[in-house]
């Protein structure tokens, strides 16, 4: 009977063992299903979008007021940073109200605007902005809080 028992236990635990690789097996799927659909997620996220970044460059040519130039743009995904230089402060004043209505950009904040009295650039106003990229989603979800 001992001899009889010991076989049923032996043959359990190779049973067991094989159902362990199995639940193994499982949770490797799981998981290699899951990173399948975290990519998919991003590739459907990135062809959705993959269009706002022209319109927001389109927008930002068309909320350039007369007299603003930018020498430089930064983006950071939805931070951007301008630095620039400007006939006046009034000048950025109507930039940084233009990107309040545009479609595409938002939350302008003016960083550091200085006078230059020397130079080339006499009489004229160096500038660093930051705005948020948006999409028309965007300034609807906030219109409809506001």
């Not at 904040?109 to 200085?114: F, G, P, R, S, T």
């Amino acid at each position: 009977m001992i001899d009889y028992q010991s076989s049923r236990n032996n043959y359990l635990k190779s049973e067991i063992k094989k159902v362990e690789k199995a639940i193994a097996e499982i949770k490797a799927l799981e998981k290699k299903k899951a990173d399948l659909l975290s990519r998919m997620n991003v590739i459907q996220e990135l062809q959705g979008n993959r269009s706002d970044s022209v319109h927001m460059l389109d927008e930002l040519v068309k909320v350039l007021p007369e007299g603003v130039h930018l020498t430089k743009f930064n983006q950071k995904k939805k931070s951007l940073t301008f630095d620039g230089i400007a006939q006046s402060n009034a000048r950025v004043s109507a930039y940084m109200r233009n990107i309040e209505r545009a479609e595409w950009l938002q939350n302008p904040n003016l960083k550091v605007i200085q006078s230059k009295k020397k130079g080339e650039s006499e009489g004229y106003s160096e500038f660093t902005l930051t705005s948020q990229q948006a999409s028309p989603n965007d300034k609807k979800k906030k219109d409809n809080k506001g």
